[in-house]
């Protein structure tokens, strides 16, 4: 199973031949993760990761989402339910479960960010299966023992020079406070999240609830003005941690602007739970004008992940909670969704709007030209279902064009799993040195010019994007 040198790089001899040069300039440059989900008591405790289960089935749902669809139970995966209970805790045998049908798995990013991690992390170049399913667990379970592998010691050997985490707008960032009190140098920073404090449907019956708990912790008035006020001193208490960034998972991606009176009325009726869900939507909308106008005064870089259909499986919902493989793609709309926003500040340079999509066909028609035109914006690149390398090519192909390489923010991992974010990274730079050099080859790059913009998509463009 040995992993192929050329892996992902352009068949045509003259193409790879570059794109083998160009991936030699990149591929050892330090990692940049301004966006994931990686867990801070991991590097504060710096406890050893307990078991193979733990670090690359249970906490990536990439996996559990495929197996589910052939119909094995998310019980059967050890998969923690809506109460934190995990009903098979027979490690082993869920892993020779997994094994059993990693064939499922044939041509998926999963696969190859897992290949990755068996070879270069734990020396396994054969392909998992019902036969070596034990061999590699024990293999697996031995080094995870060893001091090499606890999260520090990966980080390190991951040559990560700074990695964001996701962070509710109420947490009291305890891990991160631990961190730094450690005298450890590597940068672990929060993200400022407050979709739990600005969705009215997330848990409908404790938004109020929370509402509250957002003024008393910022130590304002439960009213419009206080609320927004809670939020900047919130967003300064993250600031002082580290954090660069804020990051929104709308539904959609409408924006609004209304009158103060307006606006004031609207949290009203959401406070009180009086609310429609046109209302909810509305708010959604007015936060995220009100969380860009914030960003000019404290610099956050402005993240915007929407189109999800959020658990589509209520019957999953009921039993696992969120964030368990059901969010679904959906088509949205940025042209007319976002021109409040970009009306009232979307040509301040003092801004930064990183724009994701789950809506590929909105690349070439809105995203890129937008980000063509509006200083603020800049597009983040392919998530989710299309952090692949067919993906990753298709956003190449549709952007490039219209908004170049330099309103991009190069990559990130958006992820959980932390033994992949090498694995995502070489991806990712495989697959840029492969479209730049068939640019090349077709005269349409020079190679100076292609080795330049590969150290920018795999190293520049996200410090500079996201001001780490």
Not at 320 to 337: E, H, L, N, Q
Not at 419 to 442: E, F, N, T, W
Request: charge should be negative; charged fraction near 25%; include cysteine.
């Amino acid at each position: 199973m040995a992993l192929h040198p050329d892996r992902l790089l352009p068949i045509e001899p003259e193409a790879r031949a570059i794109a083998r040069e160009l991936y030699a300039g990149v591929k050892d440059l330090p990692i940049v993760s301004p966006h994931g989900h990686t867990e801070p008591r991991w590097y504060a405790e710096n406890e050893a990761f307990p078991d193979p289960v733990s670090l690359f089935v249970r906490p990536d749902h990439y996996i559990f989402r495929m197996l589910y669809s052939q119909g094995i139970s998310l019980e059967a995966l050890g998969v923690p339910d809506r109460q934190g209970v995990v009903h098979n805790t027979d490690n082993r045998a869920i892993w020779r479960l997994f094994a059993e049908h990693w064939y499922l798995f044939r041509a998926t990013p999963s696969r190859f960010w897992f290949e990755h991690s068996l070879e270069t992390l734990f020396g396994v170049s054969e392909r998992l299966g019902p036969d070596n399913a034990d061999a590699i667990y024990d293999t697996i379970a031995a080094a995870l023992e060893t001091p090499a592998f606890r999260p520090r010691a990966l980080y390190e050997r991951f040559n990560i020079e700074a990695i964001s985490t996701t962070d509710g707008a109420l947490d009291p960032l305890p891990w991160h406070d631990q961190i730094k009190a450690s005298g450890w140098k590597g940068r672990v920073l929060p993200a400022y999240r407050p979709d739990a404090v600005i969705d009215p449907e997330r848990d409908a019956a404790s938004f109020p609830e929370r509402l509250a708990q957002l003024c008393d912790l910022a130590g304002t008035p439960v009213s419009w003005a206080g609320y927004l006020e809670a939020h900047r001193i919130r967003r300064a208490y993250f600031i002082a941690r580290g954090a660069t960034s804020t990051d929104h998972g709308h539904p959609t991606a409408r924006t609004a602007d209304l009158p103060r009176d307006e606006a004031a009325a609207l949290f009203d009726r959401v406070l009180g739970g009086n609310g429609t869900s046109a209302d909810a939507e509305l708010f959604r909308a007015q936060m995220l004008t009100e969380m860009a106008r914030m960003s000019l005064d404290d610099g956050l870089v402005m993240q915007i992940h929407p189109g999800s259909f959020r658990s589509h499986s209520p019957g999953l919902f009921a039993a696992y909670g969120p964030d368990k493989g059901a969010d679904i793609p959906t088509a949205t709309d940025y042209v007319r969704a976002l021109k409040p926003l970009l009306d009232a500040v979307g040509t301040d340079p003092r801004l930064t709007l990183i724009l994701f999509t789950l809506d590929e066909t909105a690349y070439s028609r809105e995203l890129a030209p937008l980000a063509g035109v509006y200083p603020a914006l800049r597009l983040g690149p392919a998530w989710w279902f299309f952090d692949s390398p067919e993906g990753m090519r298709r956003f190449r192909e549709t952007t490039t064009e219209t908004a170049g390489f330099y309103n991009t923010v190069g990559f990130n991992d958006d992820t959980r799993a932390f033994l992949s974010i090498p694995a995502r990274h070489d991806m990712s730079r495989r697959v840029d040195c492969g479209y730049l050099a068939r640019l090349v080859a077709d005269h349409r790059l020079e190679l100076e010019e292609a080795h330049e913009v590969a150290r920018d998509l795999a190293y520049n463009l996200v410090k500079q994007a996201y001001r780490i």
